[in-house]
């Protein structure tokens, strides 16, 4: 009910706006993404099938390779410029791997300045992601690099997803800019829930306003368990303890040199707060983000995380989930014409500080992408990767005697613009 109230109120805020604009706004224009899938994948089943896989499309659920054809995405967007300064933003999708077949992914509107002395200014309000990931730049929280993104990028599209008032500044002097980001947000209390019972996964569904992901079937969160409290699934968009959290960041480019960006996430979340089956998460993590940019036609980039999640009261003395976790990626791009060649390599890993005898949450991982994508047509793509992920998940233990999983996607993705 609360997310609906915000959304509602949102759009009655622009409504009023459109009231005194400009006789030549407002200005709608509607864009669009098609995204058709033919995957093949081995290992084990997927995590979005209830299993422990790190990729979207794993196994059967007899953990024999399974060939799939699928519509992975459709989405629509909206954006409407009311005046020179204000927009509204709207992106609805279509995802049948999500509990409700079409829901909202961001909406929020927007206001933009130029001062003379040459800063600019942009506040948004609404549902957006955060100005994290180096590699989701394109159309829909899409990556023009790969079909899968990162392990840091995968959670923050299935997590981290602000709610609220971002202020963004920007001075761009000579040869530089620099930028500072302050955001209060509210609506996110469970992140940090499949990144401790899960653990980290390399995949491209984002979470949608009244969506939710599958956990796996770990004993602390099964009927006989001591955390029973908790649903089989988290819910990413929900207020649980009426606490704001806040992300603050900050970026520095020197043309033509290299950028580097960081940014530090608190949801300041009541670890022992229940809604509904849902729990209140006590997350934090810094996200570092730098790119080199003196080649032509070559990119390399990167990104690090480092956090801590934490949930529930004590249990034995100890807090019922306390999980420290990391993760790092490097990614190099090479365009020539229409083509583009990109390779990746991603570690990550998770340390369980707690309980570790009767809930063990302990991980460490890799994983190889490579990847090639051909503009062919005016507004059509298509994407060509192989994913290797090879990670051991102390909890799969409760459900088989081997804990490290070797996983293999192949994919071919074509992607229409409209």
């Known amino acids: ?26 200005e709608v224009k509607f864009s669009g993404l098609g995204d058709a899938r033919v995957s093949y994948s081995s290992g084990e089943p997927g995590w979005l099938d209830g299993g422990y896989g790190k990729t979207r499309y794993g196994s059967d659920p007899n953990g024999n390779d399974e060939v799939r054809l699928n519509l992975s995405e459709l989405s629509l967007m909206m954006n409407t410029q ?55 730049i394109d159309i829909a929280w899409t990556s023009p690099y790969s079909i899968t993104s990162s392990a840091i990028n995968s959670w923050i599209g299935e997590e981290i997803k602000t709610t609220g008032l971002e202020i963004f500044i920007e001075k761009e002097f000579e040869e530089s800019a620099l930028s500072f980001t302050g955001t209060v947000f509210g609506l996110n209390d469970p992140a940090g829930t499949l990144l401790a019972f899960r653990g980290w996964a390399l995949q491209d569904s984002k979470t949608t306003l009244f969506g939710e992901f599958p956990l796996p079937p770990v004993h602390s969160i099964g009927p006989d368990g001591k955390l029973a409290l908790q649903d089989p699934y988290v819910v990413p968009h929900l207020e649980v303890d009426d606490r704001v959290g806040y992300v603050v960041g900050f970026d520095w480019e020197s043309f033509g040199l290299f950028s580097i960006n960081s940014q530090f996430y608190n949801n300041r979340g009541d670890r022992e707060a229940v809604i509904g089956g849902q729990y209140g998460w006590e997350t934090e993590f810094i996200n570092i983000g730098v790119s080199l940019d003196m080649f032509e036609d070559f990119e390399i980039f990167g990104q690090y ?114």
């Open 1 to 26: 009910m609360k997310r609906a109230i915000f959304v509602v109120s949102m759009f009655g805020m622009g409504i009023a706006t459109n009231a005194n604009a400009q006789e030549s706004f407002p």
């Open 305 to 418: 995380m480092k956090g801590n999640t934490k949930m529930g009261g004590l249990v034995h003395g100890e807090i019922a989930v306390d999980v420290d976790y990391d993760s790092f990626y490097i990614l190099a791009s090479k365009t020539y014409d229409i083509h583009r060649f990109t390779v990746r390599y991603d570690h990550f890993a998770a340390d369980d500080n707690t309980l570790v005898g009767y809930d063990n949450n302990k991980e460490t991982g890799h994983a190889w992408l490579f990847a090639y994508s051909a503009d062919l047509f005016e507004n059509q793509k298509l994407m060509l990767e192989y994913l290797h992920v090879d990670s051991d998940r102390a909890n799969r233990a409760e459900h088989s005697p081997i804990t490290r999983v070797k996983e293999n996607q192949v994919q071919a993705s074509y992607r229409v613009r409209f």
């Open 82 to 136: 009311f005046n020179w300064e204000l927009s509204t933003f709207v992106h609805a999708k279509f995802d049948p791997e999500q509990k409700n077949d079409i829901d909202l992914v961001e909406a929020y509107a927007k206001y933009s300045n130029l001062f003379e002395n040459g800063i600019r200014t942009e506040a948004r309000l609404g549902i957006f992601y955060p100005h994290m990931s180096m590699e989701n």
